[in-house]
């Protein structure tokens, strides 16, 4: 299967997540290049663009992964931390993002659907220390 290309999709937080929009889809879109023997191994890369007008992130993540067969697993990095403190207020570290991990599997029709996860973790931001808690939730893709 051939994964090259723009694609279209949504992510929501679990229920139990500490982040005000947790409810909330946030659409994407991300576009995905295979070349060379990365892509004879399955491998891939890309760009993830967040809707900034839900979730704040204006900064494009990069996203490396494998396709095996029908399952889908990569890992997006964000090159600054981006989060909700306690008060609610958004705030953005200097540090990298703790990556997140999906995994996916195709459905129908060009669309994968699957699940994401943040471990619990910790980054300076502003001099202080924050704490980033475990997130996870749901995705789905779609080819444009």
Same mark, same amino acid.
């Given at each position: 299967?051939?994964?090259?290309?723009?694609?279209?999709g949504?992510?929501?937080?679990?229920?139990?997540?500490k982040?005000?929009?947790?409810q909330?889809?946030?659409p994407?879109t991300?576009?995905?290049?295979q070349s060379?023997l990365?892509?004879?191994? #399955?491998? *891939?890369?890309g760009l993830?663009q967040d809707?900034?007008?839900i979730?704040n992130?204006t900064?494009?993540?990069? +996203?490396? &992964?494998?396709l095996?067969?029908t399952d889908l697993y990569f890992?997006?990095?964000?090159?600054?931390?981006y989060?909700?403190?306690?008060?609610?207020?958004?705030?953005?570290?200097d540090?990298?993002?703790?990556?997140i991990?999906y995994? #996916?599997r *195709?459905?129908?029709?060009d669309i994968?659907?699957?699940t994401?996860?943040i471990?619990r973790t910790?980054?300076? +931001?502003n &001099?202080r220390l924050?704490?980033i808690?475990?997130s996870s939730?749901?995705?789905?893709?779609?080819?444009?």
């Open positions: 299967m051939i994964i090259d290309g723009l694609w279209k949504e992510y929501v937080y679990d229920e139990y997540c982040v005000p929009f947790k909330t889809t946030v994407f991300l576009s995905i290049r060379g990365m892509a004879m191994s #399955g491998g *891939f890369e993830w809707d900034s007008s979730s992130i900064a494009s993540g990069n +996203v490396y &992964g494998v095996k067969e890992v997006k990095l964000y090159p600054r931390t989060g909700y403190a306690m008060d609610r207020s958004f705030f953005i570290g540090e990298p993002h703790p990556e991990h995994t #996916g *195709f459905w129908k029709e994968f659907e699957g994401w996860r471990e910790f980054r300076k +931001v &001099g924050c704490e808690s475990e939730g749901l995705w789905w893709i779609k080819r444009m």
